[in-house]
């Protein structure tokens, strides 16, 4: 929805996107879909070849020892090599927004103001070591570094299948971007269409929560 405004007497104008969401989304936890960011309750779930939205505590994820990641909603400031790796060291969010997984989740294929609010005290998944993933949303690496990086992937595991998403979407009653994209994944995930075509191992999985 873009708000426009205008200088008076001028040619030049602006525009603002606004955001709006259903006050409770349609979509509710779907009965085959585990919420959960506990890893043994997500292993017995994909032993009986169930779904898991794994959603582990941002401060748990396996960072990287030699270069330390802070993600940011904003780019970086110029170049970390001059700045002596002043964070945030990512460049934004890339996605396609036709993925089924945003399908009550309007957005572009890069950051706007409606992931703002999501990627605060977010913390993405190293993937650099799991090629074949392909991230739902991934976050752009320091040019330096050049990591795979995603807030959100998808994959088999096991007999199971997984979404795991390094954002916290819960507590979401004043957090209504929260609120959607958790309620547009479960809707994907309670479709047919949630067919990851990448399988990972459970110690894929358990080497992406750090010591």
């Known amino acids: ?23 409770n989304p349609e979509s509710q936890k779907p009965e085959n879909v585990l919420v959960t960011s506990d890893m043994k309750e997500a292993k017995a779930a994909f032993e009986k070849g169930g779904s898991v939205l794994w959603m582990p505590p941002a401060k748990t994820i396996r960072n990287d020892s030699k270069r ?9 400031f110029w170049n970390t ?4 790796w002043q964070p945030p060291h990512t460049l934004g969010i890339i996605c396609d927004p036709k993925h089924p997984a945003f399908e009550k989740f309007p957005t572009d ?12 005290n977010a913390q993405p998944f190293i993937l650099t070591d799991l090629r074949d ?20 992937f998808e994959a088999r595991v096991g ?18 971007a929260a609120r959607q994209l958790l309620a547009s994944l479960l809707n994907y995930m309670d479709g047919a269409k949630f067919e990851p075509s ?9 080497g992406l929560i750090g010591p």
């Not at 330390?68 to 970086?76: D, E, M, N, R």
């Not at 993933?133 to 959100?152: E, H």
Request: charged content about 20%; overall charge negative; glycine content about 6%.
């Open 133 to 152: 993933v392909k991230p739902v949303v991934q976050v752009i690496d320091d040019w330096f570094t050049n990591r795979r990086l995603a807030y959100v």
């Open 81 to 84: 090599a001059w700045t002596k």
């Open 1 to 23: 929805m873009p708000l426009l405004g205008e200088l008076t007497g001028g040619s030049i104008s602006n525009s603002w996107d606004v955001f709006v969401y259903p006050e």
């Open 109 to 120: 294929m890069h950051s706007n103001w409606q992931w703002w609010e999501i990627q605060q």
């Open 68 to 76: 330390p990641l802070i993600a940011g909603f904003s780019p970086i």
């Open 159 to 176: 007999k199971g299948k997984l979404i795991a998403c390094g954002a916290d979407l819960t507590q979401t009653d004043q957090r209504p």
């Open 198 to 206: 990448v399988s990972i191992t459970l110690t894929d999985l358990e």
